[in-house]
């Protein structure tokens, strides 16, 4: 057969049935039609078929008895029987013996016949490839565990203390690796503690992939963010109808984490109430589902976050003694980032390198003079913020080089503004001053003329213009307080750094 259409085989003993049939489904189907089980045999011996559409009333023997051997023979056949009569016990026999799909009764309509074998057609395609797939799995087991393997490997690459987390060779951070690479084997739970983002669901995550659970799961929740109602619903599970909006039953976070890790973010922010059920769930080691009374056991470790100082939150009664000593097995304090100045050079690399493939734009690097500004900045924001000032860069540049022109106003300035009165206090360059008035006004000048000649790429005729100043007053002033510009590249591969 040369025809593209799906292959028909009709098969009855009367022949002015095979030609209405023919008839209704030639212009969809390719056609083959046979008088006996006999002749229907012989071309499936030698034709493609798709699906056989038979009459069950034949008089050598029945719709069911030919297919039957169909099914045996050539079991991809989708298999349906046309008869007159709706005899139960046919039925039954036809779905047991012959495995048929369709059973359609006399006297049929067109339209729902044609539907029947589209239908047929598509089940056809659908078992092939599944045969097909499950052939490919069994030859591929290995190839698959191999598969399994090199994403584990990976996941533990990227959170590997010693090698994956990017700082410079004299970094602060070098005592916190080497402190999670020995915490990290043993199943105790461990409370990071940090400022807002300064990587704390990072250690988590390293604590996991390099941990003996490390196949398991790894869940997270921030537990600052729900009501406790909520929250209990999310970590332990909830049956339906527990509570308003609660339609169906729900597993919690500890249960899908069985065998492997909870990380609960935020830890410090959770209710007296809810550190009472908390500390239940530790101590037993198994939960109970919101609206259940049957109590289930879980096995997963426990790694907990927090920017507070949950020391001091127990002595002033805020927090519970004997949850935070279950929580704190083992204590990891991260560092901020106005810690870890000679580690903004390798850090700005690695992210930058991250964003680049994540934005579709290159750049060549970054220029030295931004680098010095990005140093000399004490990021309240810490590793977030950097990351989302190389981005505003990164969106913003229309050269190979990052300048420091594209830098924000506060870190040209060196340090954020205090707003917390509401207000944006334009003096903040001078609270950090010393010395006499004039003294104090030199230098927050001084800080001005740096600030503009950045933004202007040090164009001296653009920035004394903007200040109000002769060229000449402007080169004066630049002498005065020792401005220069800083040429050429940083390397932001910091040389002797770890990746």
């Not at 990976?154 to 994956?164: I, N, P, T």
Request: proline letters at 3%; a negative charge.
């Amino acid at each position: 057969m040369t025809s593209n259409l799906p292959t028909i085989l009709v098969v009855d003993d009367e022949p002015r049935s095979l030609e209405t049939l023919r008839r209704t489904l030639e212009e969809e189907f390719e056609v083959l039609t046979a008088d006996s089980a006999a002749a229907a045999e012989k071309l499936l011996e030698r034709e493609w078929v798709h699906a056989i559409l038979c009459d069950q009333r034949m008089p050598d023997e029945t719709g069911v008895e030919f297919l039957s051997r169909v099914r045996d023979r050539w079991p991809e056949v989708v298999r349906i029987i046309i008869s007159g009569f709706t005899d139960a016990g046919d039925l039954v026999e036809a779905i047991n013996r012959a495995g048929i799909y369709q059973y359609i009764s006399k006297p049929w309509h067109p339209d729902k016949l044609l539907l029947k074998l589209r239908n047929a057609v598509d089940l056809f395609h659908l078992q092939r490839q599944n045969s097909l797939l499950t052939a490919e799995l069994k030859l591929r087991p290995q190839t698959l565990s191999q598969g399994i393997e090199e994403k584990r490997r990976v996941l533990q690459q990227r959170f590997d203390w010693d090698q994956g987390i990017v700082r410079g060779a004299d970094s602060c951070m070098n005592g916190v690796c080497d402190l999670v690479r020995r915490v990290a084997p043993y199943d105790v739970n461990v409370l990071v503690s940090g400022e807002s983002g300064t990587g704390k669901e990072l250690c988590a995550r390293a604590l996991h992939y390099n941990s003996l659970r490390r196949d398991g799961p790894f869940v997270a929740e921030n537990c600052g963010a729900l009501p406790d109602e909520l929250l209990e619903s999310e970590l332990f599970g909830h049956k339906r109808g527990a509570f308003t909006g609660a339609s169906d039953d729900r597993v919690g976070l500890f249960e899908l984490a069985d065998g492997g890790t909870v990380f609960l973010d935020e830890i410090g922010e959770i209710s007296p109430a809810f550190q009472v059920k908390l500390l239940r769930v530790l101590q037993e080691g198994e939960i109970r589902p919101l609206g259940s009374n049957t109590r289930r056991k879980v096995d997963v470790r426990v790694v907990s976050a927090t920017n507070r100082d949950l020391e001091t939150e127990v002595r002033a009664g805020r927090f519970r003694e004997d949850l935070y000593y279950r929580l704190a097995t083992f204590t990891v304090d991260l560092p901020p980032l106005r810690e870890r100045t000679g580690d903004i050079a390798v850090l700005a690399h690695s992210l930058l390198d991250e964003l680049q493939a994540q934005l579709g734009k290159r750049v060549d690097g970054i220029s030295r003079e931004a680098l010095s500004c990005l140093e000399a900045y004490p990021w309240p924001g810490n590793v977030r913020e950097l990351q989302n000032e190389l981005k505003r860069m990164l969106v913003l540049a229309q050269h190979d080089v990052l300048g420091a022109e594209l830098l924000s106003p506060r870190i040209l300035q060196g340090g954020s503004t205090d707003d917390s009165d509401g207000d944006v206090d334009d003096l903040h360059l001078i609270r950090h001053t010393d010395g006499s008035l004039k003294e104090r006004m030199e230098s927050l000048e001084a800080r001005i003329v740096k600030e503009t000649l950045i933004r202007h790429r040090w164009n001296k005729t653009r920035a004394a213009e903007e200040l109000g100043l002769s060229r000449v007053g402007l080169r004066s002033k630049l002498e005065r307080y020792g401005l220069e510009k800083i040429d050429g590249m940083e390397s932001l591969g910091a040389r002797g750094g770890k990746r």
